[in-house]
């Protein structure tokens, strides 16, 4: 007979998870500009990964992270964050004469530079992608008379263009191919000379923490925990997949719920959310340490989980990018 639990034997925990190469590269990037310049204020021109804790770090280490590139004094040092920005803004970077370096995810580049082909060949860009995020913003301002942004399958069904022979496409980082599949499948029907981006470039980090999750589902999880925060893209996105594989195993018997939080402290009390479980899993998003997450884990262990497995769908460890030329002339100079 199977045993009546009243906490979860069993958490399972999703690997890939946390911190990405792009992430780690950013946060490197920020840490080693602040030892080059001596003391001097440093400036992050947005968050430089959207994830609370890490943000507050910096802040308590003195960086001014901005919203406008305006806010930077002259001749002082700015950081682009790991999403991106538009020529406009490098642009209003150099008439300030501001010292910027970027830390720019070399994946998000990708688009950038597919937008800017595109766009220097007379075509129309069609970009999937969420209005307001700091990526989109970023990308689209590289061919603003060229793009027009696709959120949902409704817009891709609507969507109108001049010349359907000259059309391409490309995508926001932080979704998979399989959050933007509909919406191609509808523009490749609608659009057959839609020109799409090649599936090599889609982002590993999205694609495998999203394996992961639906992994760890499959694997027994009856529910699942994230871990991040509210402004990132990258966590909703995996906290929706969860949520969707959930519904459909447990569609009948009221399992299923799938949780993002943005850090341990909102789980207390929340016990009850849990006591009727067997197996939880739980994962991070691409800007969360795995500190903050270990505290997730911890919580669960100390109230009775006691079988830790981890649900493996592949190897980020190998996967590394190099420091921008410019950080490191400026800490040569700082030598």
């Not at 968050?47 to 804790?53: A, K, L």
């Not at 507050?56 to 992270?65: L, R």
Request: aromatic fraction near 6%.
């Amino acid at each position: 007979m199977m045993r009546n639990f009243s906490w979860p034997e069993k958490i399972l925990l999703a690997s890939p998870r946390g911190f990405c190469a792009g992430v780690d590269r950013a946060i490197d990037v920020l840490n080693r500009v602040q030892a080059a310049d001596g003391g001097e204020q440093i400036y992050s021109y947005h968050q430089i990964v959207h994830n609370t804790h890490v943000v507050k770090k910096f802040e308590e280490q003195g960086v001014k992270f901005v919203e406008n590139i305006s806010l930077v004094p002259e001749d002082k040092t700015v950081v682009f964050s790991a999403h991106g920005v538009s020529p406009e803004v490098r642009e209003k970077t150099k008439e300030r004469r501001l010292n910027w370096i970027d830390a720019t995810c070399p994946l998000v580049e990708k688009p950038h530079r597919e937008v800017k082909k595109f766009a220097e060949q007379g075509y129309t860009i069609l970009y999937i992608g969420h209005a307001g995020h700091d990526e989109t913003i970023g990308t689209m301002g590289e061919a603003p008379d060229h793009m027009i942004l696709i959120e949902t399958v409704e817009d891709a069904e609507t969507v109108q263009v001049s010349n359907p022979d000259k059309l391409a496409l490309t995508t926001q980082t932080t979704l998979s191919l399989d959050d933007t599949a509909e919406i191609v499948a509808v523009l490749k029907r609608r659009f057959p000379h839609l020109t799409a981006p090649r599936s090599e470039d889609v982002c590993y980090a999205t694609q495998n923490r999203q394996d992961a999750v639906k992994a760890m589902v499959k694997k027994g999880a009856e529910s699942v925990v994230i871990v991040g925060s509210s402004n990132s893209s990258n966590a909703h996105r995996m906290r929706e997949v969860a949520e969707q594989a959930l519904k459909m195993k447990f569609e009948i018997n009221g399992k299923g719920a799938a949780y993002l939080i943005d850090d341990v402290q909102e789980l207390n009390g929340k016990e009850s959310y849990f006591s009727h479980l067997h197996v939880v899993g739980l994962s991070s998003a691409a800007s969360v340490s795995e500190e903050k997450f270990q505290e997730v884990v911890n919580w669960f262990k100390e109230r009775g989980s006691r079988i830790v497995e981890e649900e493996v769908v592949a190897d980020e460890s190998n996967i590394h990018f190099a420091s921008p030329q410019r950080l490191k002339l400026l800490e040569e100079r700082a030598r």
